[in-house]
């Protein structure tokens, strides 16, 4: 636990001498991103210890502060969430390190790596902490960090605009959380999280509250749908390396301070896992439809963590409602699946990040359009974004599949159960709608920015990223494909983190583990004899083609005298089949000219599709709040007698409510 702390001091001392170099750009770059990876790897180093022995430290010390404790406790479960946050945030700094310096001339490089220092450091704090009152300053630091690291570029409208709406959100998932804490807390006089039990909840309705507050105020930070709307506008604002971290792993603390408020409250109901099954159908589902719809490719990024939050919460709930049936394969597969999930997530969703930041930085745009023939100008980010792109659809050999594999099997042993079978059936169907429309959407952001023709000047001179962009998407692809093939090693490391959540059952636990144990094997297997083929062609084909002459050729032009790049499919064209069968739900906008005659001299195709759920729900909710707060502008005027008459009223009003 020492080491924490020391990992923390570092993070924090490094970010604030970074600060105060601010004005020599090389001298802060150096602090932050030294600190960082540091701080990281003496933070990693006693996690993997607790996850792999399953033991626990704590440090509790006396602080002055009402309710508050400086209470740290360091179990598998808090251990499993740091070692993704550090991992993640380690390469991030690395990557970062380059891609922040070519703004030294017009920003402050100090005070971005001092948030982003922050940031890691409130992190890695918030899954240790065992008292409220740390748990929420912590959580506050957390957000104020971001949302001064998304307002990075501050001088664009959009940027600004995508901050407050991330801020808003944030305190607004805070409140609830503040409730929670006070709930849980009102019958033992303490907010340490060793007194928060079931037992202490006033009523028996008072834990079903309790977990409905915390999904609302943790699914706020996770990004839930409908809660999810703050994500799509903050993590493309933010730089590529920031977007990475908040996408693959700040989102993250949401789940640990939903999994962690289930360790308080006991058994289960039923209905608890009903609505996270609900919540990770509608998630996964509107994630990626809206995915689809995009033409920004971090955009289009984000869209996708809501839908993998949702596959997330497919397995918990599955799990949640397994333990609340007695069904202990259905609970362990179920969690065991979600939690490998917030692994995998944050390795596939990092690289993603990381390579379209190396697009926006050859190219500097995002508008998938304007992209395309980047395979041939840069390999290396072609090839890294095609690895994460194969995980995060969850096809083998990569390790989205793992995690999605557990999460099916957990549904299929649930079709044996007639409590569980519509839940059981609904997770299946929901994961292949999901699987398939994920695969539509990376195909065409794959296709659209990589192969092809280059669609305007900007993608006709981009050239591949150095090495210092290169080598930390090499080490997150090198993560994916690792985690695929140790996968029975992997769900083996899952158990002193599941036995935090279901209970130490022992052998019951190594019964639920071992019925995935053979078909990973053999999925490993083949995936290995699969990449052994591969190579052996690439191989042969190389050894063929040495010494021959090479020539490339114009691909079948269908009869055009002189093809173009606007003859190729656009981002629109591409998914229009798809956006078309979910127009109810998207309500896609149609902007262009349409050809006429049979040599048309004009055409162009553009579509828009707006989220329902800021549009229709959100943005009606805000311009009343907006429109009260103006006529109630009347009620500030500026002369101190009247705000005295107003305390007078109030402390009167809440004297006769006292007396009542």
């Known amino acids: 636990m020492h080491l924490i702390l020391v990992a923390v001091v570092v993070l924090l001392c490094s970010g604030l001498f970074a600060l105060l170099w601010g004005g020599k750009p090389s001298r802060a770059n150096f602090l932050g991103v030294g600190g960082a990876l ?46 993704p946050i550090l991992g993640l945030s380690a390469v991030a700094a690395l990557y ?26 409130s992190m890695a704090l918030v899954v240790l902490a065992r008292n409220g009152v740390l748990f929420l300053l912590c959580w506050e630091a957390m957000s104020l960090a971001s949302f001064f690291l998304v307002t990075f570029e501050n001088e664009r409208e959009g940027v600004r605009q995508a901050g407050w709406t991330y801020l808003v959100a944030t305190h607004l998932g805070t409140a609830f959380l503040f409730i929670l804490f006070i709930l849980l807390s009102r019958g033992t006089g303490s907010m340490d999280f060793d007194g928060l039990t079931r037992a202490s909840l006033p009523g028996t309705t008072a834990a079903s509250l309790a977990f409905a507050l915390a999904v609302i105020g943790f699914g706020t930070k996770a ?8 994500l799509p506008e903050a993590h493309p604002a933010a730089p590529s390396h920031v977007s990475a971290v908040m996408s693959g792993v700040m989102i993250k ?25 609900g919540l990770g159908l509608v998630s996964g589902v509107m994630g990626v439809l809206f995915a689809l719809a995009q033409h920004d490719l971090k955009r289009l990024l984000a869209y996708h963590s809501v839908e993998n939050i949702g596959i997330i919460g497919l397995g918990l709930g599955l799990g949640v409602l397994g333990m609340a049936l007695d069904q202990p394969v259905m609970a362990v597969l179920g969690l065991g699946g979600g939690l490998l999930h917030v692994l995998n997530h944050a390795m596939f969703k990092g690289l993603l990040f990381l390579g379209a930041g190396a697009v926006l930085h050859a190219s500097h745009t995002r508008e998938i359009d304007r992209l395309g023939g980047l395979i041939k100008r840069m390999p290396w980010t072609a090839a890294m974004f095609l690895a994460g792109s194969v995980a995060i659809c969850g096809l083998p050999p990569l390790n989205g599949f793992v995690s999605e594999f557990l999460i099916y099997v957990a549904a299929f042993k649930g079709l044996w159960s007639s409590s569980t079978t519509l839940a059981a059936v609904a997770a299946i169907g929901g994961l292949g709608v999901i699987g398939g429309l994920a695969v539509a959407c990376f195909t065409k952001a794959f296709g659209v920015v990589f192969q092809g023709e280059p669609r305007s000047a900007q993608a006709a001179q981009a050239r591949e990223v150095d090495w210092g962009l290169r080598i930390p998407m090499i ?45 990973l094997r053999s999925v490993v297997l083949l995936s290995a004899l699969f990449l052994l083929v591969l190579a052996l062609l690439a191989w042969g084909r190389r050894r063929l083609l040495a010494g021959r002459p090479v020539v490339e050729g114009v691909t079948w032009d269908c009869g055009y005298a002189r093809p173009g790049a606007r003859m190729q499919y656009s981002a629109s064209s591409f998914a229009q089949p798809l956006t078309r069968m979910f127009n109810v739900i998207l309500r896609i906008r149609r902007q262009g000219q349409e050809p006429h005659g049979f040599f048309p001299q004009r055409a162009s195709l553009r579509t828009h599709g707006d989220d329902v759920f800021r ?46």
Not at 52 to 60: N, R
Not at 253 to 277: A, Q, S, V
Request: proline residues 6%; charged residues 10%.
């Open 38 to 83: 540091l701080g990281c790897l003496i933070g990693i180093v006693p996690a993997a210890m607790i996850l792999w022995t399953g033991q626990t430290e704590a440090i509790h010390w006396a602080w002055p502060v009402p309710y508050g404790s400086f209470f740290l406790y360091l179990d598998a479960l808090s251990a499993f969430f740091l070692l």
């Open 475 to 519: 080490l997150l692809a090198s993560a994916c494909l690792a985690i695929a093939f140790l996968a029975p090693q992997m769900i083996q490391l899952l158990r002193p983190v599941l036995e935090v959540m279901t209970g130490p059952s022992g052998e019951g636990l190594q019964n639920a583990i071992s019925v995935v144990m053979y078909p």
């Open 615 to 660: 549009d229709g729900f959100y943005a009606p909710i805000f311009q009343g709040i907006e429109w009260f707060m103006l006529r109630a502008h009347n009620l500030q005027q500026g002369r101190v007698q009247i705000y005295l008459l107003y305390v007078a009223v109030t402390v009167l009003v809440l004297l006769l409510w006292n007396l009542r």
């Open 96 to 121: 970062g390190s380059r891609y922040l310096f070519s703004y030294r001339d017009r920003k402050n490089l100090g005070a971005a790596w001092f948030f982003f220092n922050l940031l890691v450091a």
């Open 223 to 230: 990004g839930f749908v409908p809660f999810h709307v703050w």
């Open 253 to 277: 603390t949401g789940i640990y301070g939903l999994l962690r408020t289930l360790t308080f409250l006991g058994p289960p109901e039923p209905w608890w896992g009903w609505l996270l099954i």
